[in-house]
């Protein structure tokens, strides 16, 4: 698929200026709280959150639902409850599909036995650095569009990517300072990653964020993959005592998921509104998530020790994932062939392969 925007760099200014011009394109449509439409009754949708409110993660399916109903005037009002509140978090895919729920703000890793193709729609270990390049993969090269299609085929409208992570590594609660060092080692992981670590010798399970800290405090897991803001956030930095800074994973993919049926009962501007500006609604929680700073701030309160691994132990584990475990994403349909290409075209177009 070819890139439909301009041949030219990707930059943050780019990136910055393209969310200021749908957000002003939303205002001059007449999207907002003032001219949005008065509604006899508002029309009440109920949602969960995968990771809690409090912290980075949990911030894009809140941010969205309040913005939903703010600038819609309050015609569609979307309640987001927290993690497990109605359904166990691993269940949001199931729950949106069949319309126990009316939105969720989930992560496609949960549900990869359903739905093999979001390895990718998470993001390819090593394959986006940076927001801006998940961007341009979802907007300019055609994954939003593949995804919706995919998503549509259960019951779900694929909303919006949330873009999320800039440094995602591994805390542990003991040093990794090269690949065999995983071995034996029980890691909270999932997805193509996940695959990864079994292939260095560790046994990855997945766990839901909120139980992480007490499986590290209680030895049933040894690390997870993770950014640094969970440092904090979940305050993994007092059981883990080192982080794997390099090689860094790069940017992944959370998801703002509808209920197809609820999606097609709403008016025809509710339905333009949700199709073309969710995007908009999650990006500042992505221009907030600062895990540069995370790190220089958790590091120093939790005394945490970072860890590179030689350039030629990064060579080799980026190499294996993207030579071995891409082409073994690409192998399982078609589809997933033409989703790892996608991925493939843009990392050759900015000289990464």
């Known amino acids: 698929m070819k890139r439909t925007a ?11 200026k393209g969310t200021t011009a749908v957000i002003g394109a939303a205002a001059l449509t007449g999207v907002t709280t003032g001219n949005a439409k008065a509604e006899s009754k508002p029309i009440r949708w109920r949602m ?7 912290n980075m993660a949990g911030k894009f399916a809140f941010r969205w639902a ?3 109903t703010d600038v819609t005037n309050g015609r569609l009002k979307v309640q987001c409850g927290e993690p497990g509140s109605i359904v166990p978090a691993k269940e949001l895919f199931q729950a949106v599909s069949s319309g126990m729920l009316d939105a969720a703000g989930s992560f496609g890793p949960f549900y990869r ?27 300019n090269y055609g994954l939003l569009e593949e995804f919706r299609k995919i998503y549509a085929e259960h019951g779900i409208f694929y909303a919006a990517p949330a873009y999320c992570n800039i440094i995602y590594g591994y805390p542990t609660t003991k040093p990794v300072r090269k690949p065999s060092d995983f071995k034996g080692m029980k890691m909270r992981d999932l997805g ?16 839901p964020a909120g139980e992480m800290y007490m499986a590290l405090k209680m030895g049933t897991i040894d690390g997870v993959h993770y950014g640094t803001a969970c440092l904090e ?18 940017t992944t993919v959370l998801n703002i998921l509808i209920n197809m049926e609820s999606y097609e009962k709403l008016p025809a501007d509710l339905k333009e509104l949700l199709k073309n500006y969710s995007q908009t609604f999650t990006l500042a929680v992505t221009a907030e998530w600062d895990e540069n700073r995370s790190w220089i701030e958790s590091s120093k309160k939790y005394n945490i020790e970072g860890i590179r691994w030689s350039a030629e132990d990064s ?26 290409d996608i991925v493939y075209e843009q990392a050759a177009h900015l000289g990464k392969i």
């Not at 729609?121 to 993969?137: I, M, N, R, S, Y």
């Not at 193509?192 to 990855?204: E, I, K, R, V």
């Open 233 to 250: 956030d979940f305050k993994l930095g007092e059981v883990c005592k080192y982080y794997l800074l390099e090689p860094n994973t790069g």
């Open 315 to 340: 060579k080799m584990a980026k190499e294996y994932m993207i030579k071995t475990l891409w082409k073994k994403v690409s192998g399982k349909s078609p589809r997933c062939k033409k989703l790892v």
């Open 192 to 207: 193509l990653s996940a695959d990864w670590l079994a292939h260095f010798g560790a046994a990855p399970t997945a766990l």
């Open 66 to 68: 309040k913005s939903v």
């Open 113 to 139: 036995g359903i739905m093999p193709e979001v390895d990718v729609e998470a993001g390819l270990p090593f394959a986006w650095e940076t927001p801006q390049e998940c961007h341009d993969g979802f907007y």
């Open 48 to 54: 969960q959150g995968m990771y809690a409110e409090t």
């Open 6 to 16: 301009p041949d030219d760099k990707l930059s943050r200014r780019n990136f910055i």
